[in-house]
């Protein structure tokens, strides 16, 4: 009774091997989430092996985050910090996720894109807000030091209204690059005082060159010459331009809404809006994605509560950072806030 047939035992090994097969193909195509173990949750296979930390981020009693409706970055000394619509309009980490500080009671209700520059031994910290039509750089403890208004200069605004920048990035030679995205959808070029250089972009199109909602911005360093690579995110592409805004390059294909990115060595994180994370090569080429909803109805949404949240599953992923050593921070457009951070294995 005990012994099988040669035949049965083949054709369990068969079905076994081939349903590996698939399920390894299935694995490479969408990255879905699989637990590796009772305790871990993995995302992703090979060098983009991630485990998903719940309950990363661990505020004071009686401390919410209310609406994350904005960026996530890190600092040299490995802090966190993340924007939240309340008059905690930022929030700092450790590593860890514990609790360091919280300021930006005058910047609430809109801070949205953030950027770090080192100056000397000091950090800097940039922000844009969409409500406030103004973008700011502060001290790394919050301390505010100088604000900029709507750019007048460029012609393209009848009032301080209409601009509703989204985010902003710093290029090698200290040059600032803010996107209009929930306005004109203008990238507006400044030199490294703030004093107004250029404009492009806009009115909102979807011809090359032009862009449509241009929500992160980033300036990519990964060739010799820095490009300026804006999440057209409307269009559901990225756009790369030449330091002076020309148009060089673009990728239109298998993205979901992007919002923001972050370089690491070669490769690109973005956040795609609609449910997941995505990182493209030095080649521009998607290596994979990681956290892919399951449910379309929960992609990109905003008031989801956390009861229908699940573990390994983004819904609305709005910024996405790495540290120094390869962990990711996402935060994602959520009406009660989510920050997850996917530890590199």
């Known amino acids: 009774m005990e012994k099988q047939s040669e035949t049965a035992t083949s054709r369990r090994q068969f079905i076994k091997a081939a349903s590996a097969v698939t399920a390894t193909f299935i694995a490479r195509r969408t990255m879905a989430y699989a637990p590796q173990s009772s305790s871990k949750l993995i995302l992703?296979?090979?060098?983009?092996?991630?485990?998903?930390?719940?309950?990363?981020?661990?505020?004071?009693?009686g401390m919410k985050f209310g609406n994350t409706h904005g960026a996530v970055l890190l600092d040299s000394r490995g802090r966190v910090y993340m924007n939240t619509d309340t008059e905690n309009a930022v929030i700092v980490f450790?590593?860890?996720?514990?609790?360091?500080?919280?300021?930006?009671?005058?910047?609430?209700?809109?801070?949205?894109?953030m950027a770090i520059l080192r100056e000397g031994r000091d950090e800097f910290i940039y922000i844009t807000h969409h409500s406030r039509h103004q973008w700011a750089k502060f001290t790394a403890d919050g301390r505010e030091l100088w604000v900029k208004d709507y750019p007048k200069e460029s012609g393209a605004y009848e009032t301080a209204n209409d601009f509703r920048p989204t985010g902003i990035?710093?290029?090698?030679n200290g040059d600032h690059y803010v996107t209009d995205g929930y306005g004109k959808s203008w990238v507006h070029h400044?030199?490294?005082k703030g004093e107004y250089v250029r404009s492009w972009g806009g009115p909102a199109g979807s011809e090359v060159g032009k862009l449509k909602q241009p929500h992160g911005i980033w300036c990519?360093?990964?060739e010799k010459t820095p490009k300026i690579l804006v999440a057209d995110r409307a269009n559901q592409r990225l756009?790369?331009?030449?330091?002076?805004?020309?148009?060089?390059?673009?990728?239109d294909k298998d993205l979901r809404r992007p919002s923001n990115f972050h370089q690491?060595?070669?490769?690109?994180?973005?956040?795609?809006l609609e449910g997941r994370i995505t990182i493209i090569d030095g080649q521009n080429r998607i290596v994979t994605h990681l956290g892919d909803n399951k449910d379309p109805e929960l992609r990109g949404k905003n008031p989801i509560p956390p009861e229908k949240w699940v573990d390994g599953q983004f819904i609305s992923p709005h910024c996405v950072r790495w540290d120094s050593d390869g962990n990711l921070y996402v935060a994602e457009?959520?009406?009660t806030g989510r920050i997850t951070k996917l530890k590199r294995v």
């Not at 590593?95 to 949205?112: E, P, R, V, Y």
């Not at 690491?264 to 795609?272: F, K, L, P, Q, Y």
């Open 44 to 61: 992703g296979e090979g060098k983009h092996r991630y485990e998903w930390v719940p309950g990363w981020a661990k505020l004071p009693a």
């Open 94 to 113: 450790d590593g860890d996720g514990k609790f360091l500080s919280s300021w930006g009671k005058d910047w609430k209700g809109g801070s949205h894109g």
């Open 169 to 172: 990035a710093i290029a090698p």
């Open 190 to 192: 400044y030199t490294a």
């Open 220 to 222: 990519d360093t990964r």
């Open 239 to 251: 756009q790369w331009f030449s330091l002076d805004g020309k148009p060089v390059g673009m990728l």
């Open 264 to 272: 690491r060595g070669s490769e690109i994180v973005i956040a795609d």
């Open 333 to 335: 457009w959520l009406s």
